[in-house]
């Protein structure tokens, strides 16, 4: 089982229980609106906008909202310019983390995050010492509750993708990035409503830790989501079975 079906998995579980539904809308519109900005309002001839309208779609945000985000980046509404930011750092126990950000202020965005790190136990890494740890890979997820691992399969595979899998009641599929948007449209086509789907920084070696370093790695990686100017985190732990996150 690798670390990032299994991150996903408590991040889903524990969405639905936090109800975080709100703040990831906030953070998908953000994506929306600087692609828009940067390459056009035309999800055809912009593939980043494109990717970001999939992955709000996967998240069944409402069309109104992705239509408003994308008129607020070509200009069309008034709307607030962000800059991206990434950072590479380190949890305990030496768990890579690498830190996606849109913020309408970068001197905030980093007194934030070296706080978050700094309170608990991270710390910075040098450019690109965290990145070579992680390739990109489309991951879509769907309730397992709601379909079986065969029927999403069958679909899934035929429209291109790598690996289907289910773990913990949600079944993951996981596509390289250039055939994500095949298979997303493939299942939408047969009907299957999805959990969430995107482009995600995947890690090459998960790292394994016992419940208490992972506990601290997990909680650490919670506070930077927590983060309005954090737009992604992707870490290479290996959550142990039987974990739950707190």
């Known amino acids: ?17 936090d109800a975080k539904r709100g703040q990831m809308f906030t953070k998908l519109i953000k994506e929306i609106s600087i692609a828009a900005r940067m390459g056009g309002g035309d999800p055809e001839g912009n593939p980043r906008l494109r990717t970001a309208v999939l992955k709000a ?34 949890a305990p ?24 790190l700094t309170r608990a136990g991270g710390q910075l890494a040098t450019s690109g010492s965290v990145s070579r740890l992680f390739k990109r890979q489309g991951i879509i997820t769907l309730d397992g509750e709601k379909y079986t691992e065969d029927q999403i399969m069958e679909v899934a595979i035929e429209g291109g993708a790598e690996d289907v899998s289910l773990s913990d009641g949600v079944i993951e599929v996981t596509t390289a990035p250039e055939d994500f948007e095949a298979v997303l449209n493939s299942l939408g086509t047969k009907g299957f409503e999805t959990l969430s789907a995107e482009i995600s920084m995947v ?19 919670e506070r930077l989501e927590e ?20």
């Not at 069944?60 to 800059?83: F, H, Q, S, W």
């Not at 890690?203 to 990686?221: G, H, M, Q, Y």
């Not at 983060?227 to 707190?246: C, L, M, R, S």
């Open 1 to 17: 089982m690798s670390g990032h079906s299994k991150w996903a998995t408590i991040k889903h579980k524990k969405g639905a229980a």
């Open 57 to 90: 779609r996967g998240a069944n945000m409402p069309k109104d909202n992705i239509d408003r985000a994308i008129k607020k980046g070509t200009g069309e509404l008034e709307g607030v310019n962000y800059e991206e930011l990434v950072y590479e750092a380190y």
């Open 93 to 116: 126990g030496g768990v890579a983390i690498f830190i996606e950000v849109l913020t309408d202020n970068k001197n905030r965005a980093a007194a934030d995050i070296r706080n978050i």
């Open 203 to 221: 890690p090459e070696a998960p790292v394994s830790l016992d419940n208490d370093a992972t506990a601290k790695a997990v909680r650490l990686i």
């Open 227 to 246: 983060n309005d100017d954090v737009q992604n985190v992707y870490a290479n732990i290996d959550i142990p079975e039987g974990f739950e996150a707190e």
